[in-house]
């Protein structure tokens, strides 16, 4: 079921606590390392971060009225997730994610193509995600995004 919360601290305010703390620390950990020019929102019931309007006015292709969405966190109802759309645009970072995880984390990767799931929060590798939000910045997510889905 999608949050009807308007802004980041109110969704995380309506978790329960076995899932705040770890959404909480992963929001941090995502906004200490994003490249400046990403700006925090919600959208589609989850908290994310996206290249505002000012930036990018086309907006994203599937509604224009909405920011270019690069990156987003979310408790859902089996796993917390992570969606990050550089490593579904991206085969080079994608394969760097892939090779780097169990590095990090003793438990099988549970990926999709943008999504990543942790089933228990206490495996979320958090300096794993902190690197990789930190590996794109807004022009090259724009420069990649227009390159794969605007046609």
């Known amino acids: 079921m999608q949050s009807t919360a308007a802004t980041p601290s109110a969704y995380l305010e309506s978790l329960p606590d076995d899932r705040k703390q770890a ?7 995502i906004a200490k390392n994003l490249p400046e020019g990403f700006e925090e929102g919600m959208s589609y019931g989850m908290m994310g971060w996206a290249v505002p309007h000012s930036t990018y006015p086309q907006g994203y292709h599937c509604d224009p009225k909405l920011p270019l969405p690069f990156l987003s966190i979310a408790s859902q109802k089996n796993f ?11 085969k080079e970072l994608y394969d760097w994610f892939v090779s780097e995880y169990p590095k990090h984390v003793k438990t099988k990767l549970d990926m999709g193509k943008s999504c990543i799931r942790f089933k228990k929060p206490e495996t979320i590798p958090y300096e794993l995600i ?9 022009q090259q997510w724009i420069d990649l995004y227009e390159s794969a889905f605007r046609k």
Do not use: F, N, P, Q
């Not at 959404?23 to 950990?29: A, F, Q, Y």
């Not at 917390?80 to 991206?90: K, P, S």
């Open 80 to 90: 917390i997730a992570v969606y990050h759309m550089g490593v579904y645009a991206d």
């Open 23 to 29: 959404m909480v620390k992963l929001r941090d950990t």
């Open 130 to 138: 902190g690197e990789l939000a930190s590996k794109m910045t807004v």
